[in-house]
C-alpha cells in the first residue's frame, strides 16, 4: 500500500527567509509525486509534480522539489517566502504504472509567514 | 477553462437528513474525483468515475453514500441519513484523459469544495 508521510504539521518561517517542507513515501516500485498547496476555504492547487526525468522539478509561485529514492522523499523548497504562501501544504504519491489514479495524500504542513 | 465548480459550497444540516452535493468539471475532462477531507488532514479518496462509469469506490463510502455521473459530465454526490461523523470539506477533481504512464491526465484539478455541517 501506498502512504505519504510529512512529519512537521507546521512550520513558522519569516517573511524573505527559505523554506524547506519534508516529504517521506512508501511505495513498491516507481512513484509519481506531487505537491498542492490548499489555502483556507479553498480546494487544493498544484504545485509541481515529479514522473520521471530530472530529480529536481520547478513548479509554480517559485517552489521546486527534489526526488530522492534512496531516501524516498520529495522535500518542498522555496528559496524566499512571501506572505502569500502562507497555506496548508499537501504531498501525494500515486503508482506510476497501470492500476489506480488515485493518489494517497499526507496529512499536510501548515505555513505561518511572521512579518 | 472556468475551472471546477461545487454546489453548495456550504451545507448545514441535522442529523438524519439527506443532502446531495454537486460537481461540474473542467469540460473537457473524462475523469471526476471525490474526495473527503476532515480538519488537519489531507484529502481521502471516496469514488472516481471514468465518462459516466463508476471505476473505483473507497471502504470508506458506506452505503448511505452514494454517486453519480449520468451523462458523463456533472457529478452528484448524495448522503443518506447524515451522521455528525460525516461532517467535513467533500472536494470533487478532474482531470483529463491522458497518455498511459502519465502526462496531463494524472494532473487532477480540484474545485473549492462543499463544507458540511451535520448538528
Known amino acids: 500500500a501506498q502512504s505519504v508521510t510529512q512529519p512537521d504539521i507546521h512550520i513558522t518561517v519569516s517573511e524573505g527567509a527559505s523554506l524547506e517542507l519534508r516529504c517521506n513515501y512508501s511505495?513498491?516500485?516507481?512513484?509519481?509525486l506531487f505537491w498542492y498547496v490548499q489555502s483556507p476555504g479553498q480546494g487544493l492547487q498544484l504545485l509541481l509534480k515529479?514522473?520521471?526525468?530530472?530529480?529536481l522539478v520547478q513548479g509554480i509561485k517559485g517552489f521546486e522539489a527534489e526526488f530522492k529514492r534512496s531516501q524516498s522523499s520529495f522535500n518542498l523548497r522555496k528559496p524566499s517566502v512571501h506572505w502569500s504562501d502562507a497555506a496548508e501544504y499537501f504531498c501525494?504519491?500515486?503508482?506510476?504504472?497501470?492500476?489506480?489514479?488515485?493518489?494517497?495524500f499526507g496529512r499536510g504542513t501548515s505555513l505561518i509567514v511572521h512579518p | 477553462d472556468t475551472g471546477v465548480s461545487q454546489d453548495p459550497r456550504h451545507k448545514i444540516t441535522k442529523r438524519g437528513q439527506n443532502v446531495t452535493f454537486r460537481c461540474d468539471p473542467i469540460?473537457?475532462?473524462?475523469?471526476l474525483y471525490w474526495y473527503r477531507q476532515t480538519l488537519g488532514q489531507g484529502p481521502e479518496f471516496l469514488t472516481y468515475?471514468?465518462?459516466?462509469?463508476?471505476?473505483?469506490k473507497s471502504r470508506l463510502l458506506s452505503d448511505r453514500f452514494s454517486a453519480e455521473r449520468p451523462k458523463g459530465s456533472f457529478s452528484t454526490l448524495e448522503i443518506q441519513r447524515t451522521e455528525q461523523g460525516d461532517s467535513a470539506m467533500y472536494l470533487c477533481?478532474?482531470?483529463?484523459?491522458?497518455?498511459?504512464?502519465?502526462?496531463?491526465?494524472?494532473?487532477?484539478?480540484f474545485g473549492p469544495g462543499t463544507r458540511l455541517t451535520v448538528l
Open positions: 477533481a478532474s482531470s483529463p484523459r491522458g497518455a498511459v504512464g502519465g502526462g496531463r491526465g494524472d494532473t487532477q484539478y
Open positions: 511505495y513498491g516500485a516507481t512513484p509519481y
Open positions: 515529479y514522473f520521471s526525468g530530472d530529480t
Open positions: 501525494a504519491v500515486r503508482g506510476a504504472s497501470g492500476g489506480s489514479y488515485i493518489p494517497t
Open positions: 469540460s473537457e475532462h473524462n475523469r
Open positions: 468515475f471514468q465518462n459516466e462509469a463508476q471505476l473505483e
